[in-house]
């Protein structure tokens, strides 16, 4: 995943369809587009939301929503939710870590939310919260190492 703003390799603004207003790092990480299409937005108080729509394909075979798929989005939920922090420098995942709460079916609309708990020199450490509607699905926290561009 690579944090960033507006600049190149950061995200970019969707504008036309359904998730127009979103963000996205759509053709910047090949295993997020093949696991996607992932989409964030910050409000007004700064706080981000990131969202993607459950398809069939996320599907175990149970007919419930992958945990692998969880994660995925967990993920890239850790890169939106720091966004701003990142400021167009690369980083990597170091740690992730999750607790599953409960299922998606396709259709269902997942969103997760969080916060940067601490941002240091090099290391910021995120939580947050994935959910379909009001019923969670994954509790994550992880640890994002900002890395020097080559």
């Not at 910050?42 to 398809?55: K, P």
């Not at 922090?85 to 992730?96: C, D, F, I, R, W």
């Not at 599953?100 to 079916?105: D, S, V």
């Not at 019923?135 to 890395?147: D, R």
């Amino acid at each position: 995943m690579d944090g960033g703003n507006d600049a190149p390799g950061g995200p970019r603004l969707v504008e036309s369809g359904d998730w127009a207003g979103w963000r996205t790092w759509s053709g910047l990480d090949p295993f997020e587009d093949q696991s996607g299409p992932f989409f964030f937005k910050e409000d007004d108080a700064g706080l981000v939301t990131t969202a993607f729509l459950a398809e069939t394909r996320h599907m175990n075979g149970g007919g419930f929503m992958h945990g692998g798929c969880m994660m995925t989005f967990a993920d890239f939920s850790l890169f939106a939710i720091a966004w701003k922090e990142l400021a167009g420098q690369h980083a990597v995942t170091v740690s992730l870590n999750g607790e599953f709460m409960g299922p998606a079916r396709p259709g269902d609309l997942v969103t997760a939310t969080g916060e940067v708990t601490k941002a240091g020199g090099s290391l910021l450490f995120v939580r947050g919260l994935v959910s379909t509607g009001s019923s969670p699905m994954l509790s994550f926290s992880g640890v994002i190492k900002k890395i020097r561009n080559r």
